[in-house]
């Protein structure tokens, strides 16, 4: 169990200060909450954040001053706790620049980058001011002459994903709904996973067509059990709304901030602590 | 929202949350392709009782991509993998957009913090978008599936001013919106505005005139929504037992 096995502190001291990280997962489901913790405990800084539906994990980084831009079609708590105070306060502050997209406009800017190219056409957004809030131009088509919407391409410097499985050279997959985690590793420079369960190849071997993300993208696999927590994660646990609570509780300050993150460090790290355990 | 405080929900919040549970899903057509996307717990409930009622042939699409899901419960947050559960495909949500680009797909459920009178919808600043007083979620989808859909319906929860003004603080998207159902009426869209289609029981016109920041014109023959039928209410319940659509009056 050695390869690209890595410890959740050395994996998030890979970020560095102003990076642009793809986030995987959806809203509170399989969310790689561990290693944004981590982030957060390790202070990072200026951090410039793509997702479709972010919640916790983009909220608790505006909390712990990490951000500077998001990328983001919704963020918030859904019908559960409603807006994300500490994203809503960084934005109406000033702190946090809050790049207005739709969901499908960072799909679209995660293709251009997939695709090896420097834009995307995307339809929709006709009679929207997201357009012009985000400065998205229009090209003609040179073979209908029909105008469409260009988004730039989004190249992350990681996709940090959250996945079910993987092994230690960084063969992933992921079960229940893979929401734009596949194409976020194709979009970014590289690909940091944290994963519930690390498998021997083997489990790879029998379905290939199941491993959503190849070894050979991956830089750095954190053995994380529980790493989406307070999110959900099909099939181990469900999202824990009272926990979310709490960290909406504890997210308005410094000192509990840091409580929180301190409540969550001894579990966050156990699985980098059993994979080492392992390999003695 | 815990048990405890789904019990403590007022008699008048239930009855607003049944009816427009039942209200959206009259608006699914049988054999459709329907798709709700995030915090979208009325939606989700319409969707799931109107296939119990008189559409039993829709086909429901989500943002984790369980196609026809039979979820064991419906969940509080409406990316949750109980929208996976006994699905026979999957459909992700890139592939939605497309679908919706290319005009296949039949109706979408969006939500807005601010219905205009054109029926424009704003999910993402609340004043001026350079210096927001109020930092929204964001539009999530409906920038997109707004102008691309075949149909799209709007809700709200609260009907007041100010979630009903008459131009939006910021244009999140606009499109083939058919109708906005809101606790007081249901809006459609007439030539470029909206009109009020009908008003729900008990509510007076005046009182939806004083609740709306638009001009609603003439109310004299607008209709009353016709209450939910003993039918709809059996769904309903049988859908959400727990009473997971009542989360969006938190």
């Given at each position: 169990m050695a390869g690209k096995i890595t410890s959740l502190t050395e994996a998030a001291a890979l970020v560095q200060d102003g990076d642009l990280l793809a986030l995987g997962g959806n809203a509170l489901t399989r969310i790689p909450a561990a290693f944004i913790r981590e982030?957060?405990?390790?202070?990072?800084?200026?951090?410039?954040?793509?997702?479709?539906?972010?919640?916790?994990?983009?909220?608790?980084?505006?909390?712990?001053?990490?951000?500077?831009?998001?990328?983001?079609?919704?963020?918030?708590?859904?019908?559960?706790?409603?807006?994300?105070?500490?994203?809503?306060?960084?934005?109406?502050?000033?702190?946090?620049?809050?790049?207005?997209?739709?969901?499908?406009?960072?799909?679209?800017?995660?293709?251009?980058?997939?695709?090896?190219?420097?834009?995307?056409?995307?339809?929709?957004?006709?009679?929207?001011?997201?357009?012009?809030?985000?400065?998205?131009?229009?090209?003609?088509?040179?073979?209908?002459?029909?105008?469409?919407?260009?988004?730039?391409?989004?190249?992350?410097?990681?996709?940090?994903?959250?996945?079910?499985?993987?092994?230690?050279?960084?063969?992933?997959?992921?079960?229940?709904?893979?929401?734009?985690?596949?194409?976020?590793?194709?979009?970014?420079?590289?690909?940091?996973?944290?994963?519930?369960?690390?498998?021997?190849?083997?489990?790879?071997?029998?379905?290939?067509?199941?491993?959503?993300?190849?070894?050979?993208?991956?830089?750095?696999?954190?053995h994380a059990p529980g790493g989406a927590r307070p999110g959900g994660c099909h099939p181990f646990y469900d999202i824990d709304e009272d926990a979310v609570g709490a960290y909406l509780d504890s997210a308005s300050g410094a000192e509990s901030l840091r409580a929180h993150l301190d409540s969550w460090e001894a579990s966050d790290h156990a699985g980098s602590a059993a994979v080492s355990g392992d390999v003695v | 929202m815990s048990v405890a405080m789904r019990e403590g929900a007022s008699e008048e919040v239930r009855a607003t949350a049944d009816r427009m549970a039942v209200f959206l899903s009259r608006f699914i057509r049988d054999g459709e392709l329907v798709f709700h996307g995030v915090a979208s717990a009325l939606p989700m409930t319409a969707m799931v009782m109107a296939r119990n009622t008189h559409a039993p042939n829709l086909t429901y699409l989500n943002i984790p991509g369980g196609v026809d899901p039979r979820p064991s419960y419906l969940p509080g947050s409406t990316v949750a993998r109980q929208l996976m559960e006994g699905a026979l495909s999957y459909f992700t949500l890139t592939e939605i957009f497309d679908l919706s680009a290319r005009g296949k797909l039949g109706l979408a459920f969006l939500g807005g913090a601010q219905i205009d009178a054109r029926g424009d919808m704003n999910l993402s600043f609340i004043g001026d978008p350079a210096a927001p007083n109020v930092r929204l979620p964001g539009g999530?989808?409906?920038?997109?599936?707004?102008?691309?859909?075949?149909?799209?319906?709007?809700?709200?929860?609260?009907?007041?001013?100010?979630?009903?003004?008459?131009?939006?603080?910021?244009?999140?998207?606009?499109?083939?919106?058919?109708?906005?159902?809101?606790?007081?009426?249901?809006?459609?869209?007439?030539?470029?505005?909206?009109?009020?289609?009908?008003?729900?029981?008990?509510?007076?016109?005046?009182?939806?005139?004083?609740?709306?920041?638009?001009?609603?014109?003439?109310?004299?023959?607008?209709?009353?929504?016709?209450?939910?039928?003993?039918?709809?209410?059996?769904?309903?319940?049988?859908?959400?037992?727990?009473?997971?659509?009542?989360?969006?009056?938190?």
């Open positions: 982030l957060a405990r390790q202070e990072r800084e200026n951090l410039r954040l793509v997702k479709t539906a972010g919640a916790y994990d983009v909220d608790l980084l505006c909390a712990a001053g990490a951000v500077a831009q998001t990328q983001t079609g919704y963020v918030g708590f859904e019908n559960l706790f409603g807006l994300a105070p500490s994203y809503r306060r960084g934005v109406e502050e000033g702190r946090v620049q809050a790049v207005e997209h739709a969901c499908s406009t960072v799909i679209a800017g995660l293709r251009a980058s997939a695709y090896g190219l420097p834009s995307q056409p995307v339809a929709g957004l006709d009679g929207s001011d997201v357009a012009a809030h985000t400065g998205f131009r229009q090209a003609r088509d040179p073979y209908t002459g029909e105008s469409v919407f260009m988004i730039p391409k989004i190249r992350p410097r990681f996709a940090v994903l959250h996945v079910t499985y993987a092994d230690a050279e960084g063969n992933a997959r992921i079960d229940g709904g893979a929401f734009e985690d596949v194409l976020m590793s194709r979009a970014a420079e590289s690909v940091i996973l944290t994963a519930e369960r690390i498998e021997e190849t083997a489990f790879f071997v029998e379905k290939p067509d199941r491993t959503a993300v190849p070894a050979f993208m991956v830089q750095a696999v954190v | 999530a989808g409906s920038a997109h599936i707004l102008p691309t859909a075949r149909r799209t319906v709007l809700w709200r929860t609260i009907h007041d001013a100010k979630s009903f003004p008459e131009r939006c603080d910021f244009v999140t998207a606009s499109g083939n919106v058919d109708a906005v159902v809101t606790p007081l009426c249901i809006f459609e869209k007439v030539g470029g505005c909206l009109r009020v289609k009908s008003i729900h029981q008990g509510v007076t016109a005046d009182a939806l005139r004083a609740a709306t920041g638009f001009d609603l014109g003439d109310l004299e023959r607008a209709p009353t929504t016709p209450e939910p039928t003993g039918a709809e209410r059996t769904a309903l319940h049988a859908a959400d037992p727990e009473g997971v659509r009542l989360r969006e009056f938190i």
